[in-house]
């Protein structure tokens, strides 16, 4: 532990700016998965232990969409578009068959669905690691504010990431699709009462789910390597700000991964190496103290 | 006239026993000791999470970390003080029941998924110290040097037969004590806690007591299995307190079946084989694993002693 | 055992459920509790044994206040309850839903130390059984009984805990008309035999004014009437509410 | 009513073959089998796999000379995705259910450590080939008589860097360094002995910030942005394949590379390629290079391995082939596959190498290698990306690694 090294960070501006935003792009581009994860649980009640999946495959069908059109807004799009649908494939195939059984055998689902993906991406995109590479338009000298370091590609990806969870607030608080989908997170039985047909309002959720999920593993492509196996380190930071944000709360998973994202941020210059820990730490507390998240319904 | 049970679940592990041990004099092979010793740590495993999952009702997604605590808790002792095996083991579960006893103080009240998450938070965490505190636990390369094997008794636990012999004890009587706990006063308030948590609150149990016993239970046979463990690959780490080792146990359950007292084992057996034969075939074994999988989940809908019970009682009827 | 409420009031998000309720139950007694659905019937019976905890009042039973005792000690002093629909541990058999109900009563539901509980336990589970008639089917699973069974043996799982005082809410919901009065008569025996302070919710009012010796009548939370089946039955309060509340619900 | 029940013979055959299988098939025919376990899947998988590429050249060659004592070879590969349980696992599996009379342990560290204990309890010869953690052999308690390594040793390239990079720095007047490796064995025991040989030539070099990310850590954000905040003039990092890729990228978009020097000793082909900027002017040791040693014979085994693979060969993929290479030579010296014997012969032994820095390799009587080409220079974002390289000085590696191993009580 490192106090010192933290308080001189607090009370420098350029330490503040430059951890923040790396804590901002971080916690955005979780929050990106986080939602998907918490939309899917809030309508159907499942917890989505594929949704890492789903990233990975995002990041791949967008490096293979950048190598062959060279653009990388075209990349985004497909990475985005691609895993939409293979939501939907995934909802209607796998998971609309243990709706109601033991939340084990939904787990066992999901699990075998990582599994059998990790060794297809190894067969199409081989075992190595695979980097898409910066864009060109992208490859600019970082901004200095305050005399902290803000990377142009990082303000564009929080950006995106800011409009999403905008547009996903406004989609669910006006729309006529997003107050089904919110009725349908408080009370499922009402809203098929009323005619609403839940099969393709479900299959809906998966594909604004999956397609989140995908365009977070899009996003991030241009910086982080790609690898079979790549999905699992995020669905656990998914789950953390779920859980943390409270299971169901699209605002809780935009605050828990912010919070997420800043302790990281600031973690590694106060606790460096443990802030792993630190994370489980916070959400080890949010449960005792408030098991419903800092959003969420009580159960 | 009815036997009586106890009586023949004993008879049942004896013959058990003795089989396990008459193969070795029979005829030695070092792959078949090898598979014993993995499942016996594996089944312990499996069947004490399943007094969680299958008989009470609580999803445990942590249970790994007093598997991995115990490892470490016997590694350790065994590399810094002088005491003999058996007391380093013993004094390892010991403490991976007390440790189950305050994780569980935490756990417990917290319902269903709430539950499976504090307990999956808990064991990341537990898995981060490990990590983090390289001076004590070697970090992410675990224990080095090797756990030394003491001799006791004449017995020298670096001999695979040894080895062998004394898993397939410490497996046989712990998933016997196990059985005992099921179907003991308490194993029946668990699963009255299963069906119907209110009603048993109505008849006087007061529950979180009697899920926290659950779970200090469980930690400890855990534990137990944790030893094993540690004994065979001579060391201890942070891999066998991690959630994937925790999801292996959940398969495990899953695939045996959570409403057979020997489901987990039969899991145990079937994964641990699987994983052999499919790695020797292909190296996409996580494909056909998964595919595997999903033909139980979707296929059989149940593991798969729970599956013959199932076919069994409705020809019987 | 003496059942008496005073002033009990309990609120749901603004809304008081129960408003007020002052009622007395005298020990031997066999009384029920009527009205209009919504009325708080089941919430007072929820407030007595403890399923919820009360705003304010008093709950004395025997002249001792429990009402800021847990569920399960309440259950202690002798509240048992069955309950609207048939509370029972499905997946074991009759026997052992009775067996597991009286160990837990006897205090050994922690036991490790034997297999088996002992036979004067067994001959516990073994009389109940045969005291509310469900000996015929003591070895199958709960789940797979007849809508009647299980709730006789929801009720034998209260027995079975030895109450002073019994909480039946609506002993004979969902049954057919002879079923009915087969279970109504059985508890009718049961009171006469045991001696207990029984109170049953209701709904069949033929069966109310035939077994009941006393009645209470809910409405919105609050007590609108108390008496004998003949007080009641002239009541014009009562039969305003009911009539009242027909029209709203059509 | 047939359905289920046909499922249900099914399911108890299948299971029934499931746990026969393991104990049924014991190596067949006269086939030698070779184990060889490493990570093929995950982030650093390309390594792995160009181990295993290297490994089937050798197979190829050593069956069409004849194969060992006149029986052909034939490997047995195994991923135990780098996790030290299930490489411990593989190891027992490789020789007792598989039937391996050899064993390649390709592993990286923290797995082979695991090895290590295993090869403790079996009889059979084992090499370690990717491992450069130097107490793997040169504590005695750890070293096992059966089992070796062909490997860089971290203590090696820690007196060849350090004594470069003390040259560079002492040039360059930087004297503030941070350094950034990955938190495992490999990353801590390298850095600390980088760090304590570089300050016995700099006495006055600073370490202004540390900082330990995790082994395939997806974000390198807060850890680029620690590093700014230290303000070093140089940056020492010992990531490497994915994870090195991964912090190049998002190092650029901080232009991390334009406010400090970076020095790495682990940049192999693949990654060079795959890192679509490479910066200039990274000071870099070579892992593997065809044009170095600058030898007719290295860049005939460089190119044949391009041209069976359709890419370049990694650090891991040399060290695999020179194994093989000491295998041939002891198992021909003791003519016999048993552990004892082959550890006997291939103790002291020399081969000629490709890979040697004056065209042999040796095998030092404690396990270890010395004398294979370790050289520093900096990259350029083309072929050949390393120039103006400089060999090391062994007869200095070697003083001082007599004397770290003194000090650690080893000897």
Request: proline letters at 4%; a neutral charge; hydrophobic letters at 50%.
């Amino acid at each position: 532990m490192d106090f010192n090294a933290l308080g001189a960070c607090f009370t420098t501006p350029a330490c503040v700016v430059t951890q923040a935003t790396s804590g901002l792009i971080v916690g955005m581009l979780l929050f990106l998965v986080a939602a998907g994860l918490t939309l899917i649980f809030g309508v159907l009640k499942i917890v989505n232990f594929a949704h890492g999946t789903f990233y990975m495959l995002g990041g791949y069908v967008a490096y293979s969409a950048y190598v062959a059109t060279d653009s990388y807004a075209l990349a985004v799009l497909a990475g985005a578009v691609a895993m939409a649908l293979f939501g939907v494939l995934f909802e209607r195939v796998l998971m609309s068959r243990v709706y109601g059984s033991n939340v084990l055998m939904q787990l066992l689902v999901c699990y075998a669905v990582v599994l059998i993906f990790d060794d297809i991406v190894k067969i199409v995109w081989g075992p190595e690691f695979r980097a898409m590479g910066m864009p060109a338009a992208f490859q600019v000298p970082p901004l200095f504010i305050a005399g902290g370091v803000v990377p142009p590609f990082y303000a564009v990806l929080i950006g995106i990431a800011a409009l999403i969870a905008i547009v996903l607030s406004l989609g669910l608080s006006r729309t006529r699709l997003g107050k089904t989908v919110r009725a349908a997170a408080v009370n499922p039985q009402m809203v098929s009462a009323l005619g609403v047909n839940t099969t393709v309002l479900f299959a809906i959720v998966f594909a604004i789910g999956g397609g989140l999920a995908g365009l977070a593993g899009a996003l991030a492509g241009p910086v982080r390597s790609l690898s079979p196996g790549m999905g699992f380190s995020i669905l656990i930071e998914g789950f953390i700000v779920t859980v943390i944000g409270g299971m169901g709360s699209i605002a809780g998973a935009m605050v828990a991964a912010l919070i997420i994202g800043l302790v990281r941020g600031f973690g590694t210059i106060g606790f460096p190496g443990f802030t792993d820990g630190l994370i489980y730490i916070v959400m080890i507390g949010i449960l005792v103290l408030r098991p419903q998240g800092l959003f969420g319904r009580p159960l | 006239m009815k036997r009586n049970p106890a009586l023949r679940d004993a008879l049942f592990a004896a013959i058990v026993l003795i089989l396990l041990l008459a193969i070795p004099m029979l005829h030695r092979s070092p792959a078949f000791e090898d598979f014993i010793i993995r499942l016996s740590a594996m089944a312990l495993f499996a069947t004490s999470l399943n007094l969680l999952v299958g008989t009470t009702g609580m999803v445990s997604f942590g249970h790994g970390m007093f598997y991995g605590f115990a490892a470490y808790a016997f590694g350790l002792t065994m590399q810094l003080t002088e005491l003999s095996l058996p007391v380093a083991a013993l004094f390892a579960v010991a403490l991976t029941t007390i440790a189950a006893l305050v994780v569980g103080a935490i756990c417990v009240r917290l319902s269903t998924d709430y539950f499976a998450f504090i307990t999956l938070a808990v064991q990341m965490l537990f898995f981060s110290v490990i990590v983090s505190w390289q001076s004590l636990t070697g970090g992410d390369q675990g224990l080095r040097g090797g756990i030394p094997r003491r001799r006791i008794f004449g017995f020298d636990l670096g001999s695979q037969l040894h080895l062998y012999q004394f898993c397939a004890i410490v497996a046989v009587l712990g998933l016997l004590a196990l059985r005992h706990v099921s179907m003991s006063p308490f194993g029946n308030t668990l699963r009255m806690i299963r069906d119907n948590a209110e009603r048993a609150s109505f008849v006087g149990i007061v529950l979180w007591r009697a899920r926290l016993l659950a779970f200090t239970i469980a930690g400890g046979f855990a534990g137990i299995g944790g030893v094993l463990a540690a004994l065979f690959v001579s060391g201890a780490y942070p891999e066998l307190a991690d959630w994937p080792n925790s999801g292996q146990a959940i398969f495990a359950v899953m695939l045996g079946g959570i409403n057979s007292f020997l489901g987990p084992v039969l899991g145990a057996m079937i994964l641990l084989a699987l994983n052999d034969l499919v790695q020797r075939f292909t190296e996409y074994h996580g494909l056909v694993l998964g595919i595997v999988i999903l033909a139980f989940a979707l296929g059989l809908r149940r593991g798969v002693l729970d599956f013959i019970h199932l076919v069994w009682s409705k020809r019987a009827r | 055992m003496n059942v008496e409420i005073n002033h009990l009031t309990k609120s749901f998000g603004g809304v008081r459920a129960i408003d007020d309720v002052s009622l007395a139950f005298p020990s031997g007694s066999l009384s029920a509790v009527i009205g209009p659905n919504g009325a708080g019937k089941t919430t007072f019976f929820n407030l007595i044994s403890g399923a919820f905890m009360a705003d304010s009042g008093e709950v004395l039973l025997d002249r001792e206040d429990i009402l800021q005792l847990s569920k399960t000690e309440r259950m202690r002093r002798g509240i048992g309850r069955a309950f609207q629909v048939a509370s029972c541990f499905p997946t074991m058999t009759v026997r052992a839903n009775l067996m597991a109900a009286v160990t837990a009563h006897a205090g050994r539901w922690t036991s490790l130390s034997h297999r088996f509980p002992s036979a004067g336990m067994r001959e516990r589970a073994e009389e109940v059984m045969e005291f509310v008639g469900l000996t015929d089917v003591a070895d199958v699973e709960a789940t797979i009984l007849s809508h009647g069974d299980q709730k006789l043996l929801d009720i034998a799982i209260a027995l079975a805990l030895e109450p002073k005082v019994l909480l039946l809410d609506e002993p004979t919901a969902g049954m057919g008309p002879d079923e009915r009065w087969r279970m109504i008569e059985r508890v009718r025996g049961l009171w006469e035999r045991r001696k207990l302070t029984l109170i049953f919710i209701e709904h069949d009012m033929d069966i109310v004014f035939k077994v009941a010796s006393s009645i209470r009548v809910l409405c919105y939370g609050k007590v609108l009437a108390e008496g004998t089946p003949d007080q009641i039955r002239n009541n014009q309060a009562v039969i305003d509410a009911y009539l009242g509340a027909e029209e709203n619900a059509s | 009513m047939s359905g289920p029940v046909t499922r249900r013979t099914l399911l108890a055959g299948g299971t029934a073959t499931l746990v026969a299988a393991p104990w049924v098939a014991r190596a067949q025919a006269n086939t030698l089998r070779i184990g060889m376990q490493s990570i093929l899947s995950g982030p650093i998988a390309l390594l792995g796999t160009s181990s295993r590429n290297s490994l089937l050249i050798e197979q190829d060659r050593i069956n069409a000379a004849g194969g060992f004592l006149g029986r052909q070879i034939e490997f047995v590969f195994r991923d135990s995705k780098g996790q030290p349980q299930e490489a411990a696992r593989v190891a027992r599996e490789l020789v007792n259910t598989a039937g391996c009379e050899l064993l390649v342990d390709a592993e990286a560290s923290s797995a082979s450590f695991a090895v290590q204990e295993v090869m403790r309890d079996l009889n059979v010869a084992c090499i370690h080939t990717n491992s450069e953690t130097s107490s793997l052999t040169a504590d005695p308690k750890i070293r096992v008589p059966t089992a070796f390594r062909v490997a860089r040793q971290g203590v090696h390239d820690a007196v060849a860097g350090s004594l470069y990079l003390a040259d560079f720095a002492n040039a360059k007047k930087i004297n503030k360094w941070a350094t950034c490796s990955p938190d495992y064995a490999y990353g801590r025991d390298t850095t600390a002995q980088y760090l304590q040989f570089f300050k016995k030539f700099k006495p006055d070099v600073e370490v202004v910030t540390e900082a330990w990310p995790k082994l395939g850590q997806p974000d390198f954000t807060e850890v680029i942005t620690k590093l700014i905040q230290a303000k070093p003039q140089a940056l020492f990092t010992l990531l490497y394949a994915g994870d090195l890729s991964a912090f190049v990228n998002q190092g650029n978009v901080y232009a991390l590379f334009g406010q400090m020097t970076v020095a790495t000793p682990n940049v192999d082909y693949p990654v060079l390629a795959a890192i679509k900027n490479l910066p200039a002017g990274i000071q870099s040791a070579t892992r593997y290079l065809e044009t170095f040693p600058d030898t007719p014979a290295n860049k005939e085994w460089g190119q044949a391995y391009f041209k069976r693979w359709n890419e370049r060969p990694t650090n891991w993929s040399w060290q695999n082939s020179v194994a093989m290479h000491f295998y041939e030579a002891a198992i021909k010296k003791a003519n016999s596959l048993d552990g004892k014997a082959i550890a006997a012969a291939l103790t002291g032994l020399k081969i000629n190498s490709p890979f040697g820095a004056d065209g042999t390799i040796t095998m030092r009587d404690d396990h270890t290698t010395i004398g294979y080409a370790i050289g520093w220079g900096q990259t350029i974002p083309k072929d050949p990306f390393i120039t103006d390289i400089k060999p090391a000085d062994w007869g200095k590696i070697i003083e001082l690694e007599t004397e770290w191993k003194k000090q650690q009580n080893y000897s």
